[in-house]
C-alpha cells in the first residue's frame, strides 16, 4: 500500500509539472497569437489607401445607451492614408438627448496615431481630408 502512494504521488507531481508547462506554452502560444492578430491589423490598415469605410457593428446598442443619457464615444480602427503613409483613426461621439441644441447631432473626429512610417513623413500633417 505504501509504494502505491509513492507511485501515485510521483505522478501526481509529474502530472502537476506538465500541467504547468503546457500553462506556460499555452500562455506563450496566445502571446503569438495576440502579436500575430496585431500584425495583421497593421496590415490590413496599410491596404486602404486612405479609403476608410467604417462599419459600426451593433450601431442600435450605441443609440440605445445614448437615449439613457449615457455618453457614447466609438473609436475606429486605425488605418493608413497610403503606403508609405499617416495612420489615422476617427472617433465618434453621439451626443446626450439632454445637450442643448445638440441632441440630435453626432460629432466625428480624426486622429493622428503613432504609425510605422512616421519617421519617413513630414510633419505636421498636410493632407486634405474629404
Not at 502571446?31 to 442600435?60: D, P, V, Y
Not at 489615422?88 to 486622429?111: D, G
Request: hydrophobic share 35%.
Amino acid at each position: 500500500l505504501e509504494g502505491r502512494l509513492v507511485r501515485q504521488d510521483h505522478q501526481i507531481r509529474e502530472l502537476i509539472a506538465k500541467m504547468e508547462t503546457q500553462n506556460s506554452q499555452m500562455g506563450d502560444l496566445k502571446r503569438t497569437i495576440r502579436n500575430l492578430e496585431e500584425k495583421i491589423t497593421e496590415m490590413e490598415a496599410q491596404q486602404c489607401n486612405g479609403i476608410f469605410i467604417w462599419k459600426i457593428e451593433h450601431f442600435s446598442v450605441y443609440l440605445k445607451a445614448q437615449e439613457e443619457e449615457r455618453p457614447v464615444v466609438i473609436h475606429s480602427p486605425g488605418f493608413y492614408t497610403g503606403k508609405p503613409g499617416y495612420k489615422l483613426c476617427m472617433r465618434l461621439h453621439i451626443q446626450l438627448p439632454n445637450t442643448p441644441r445638440c441632441a440630435n447631432y453626432i460629432s466625428l473626429f480624426v486622429h493622428i496615431m503613432q504609425g510605422e512610417y512616421d519617421s519617413h513623413l513630414p510633419w505636421p500633417f498636410q493632407g486634405t481630408i474629404r
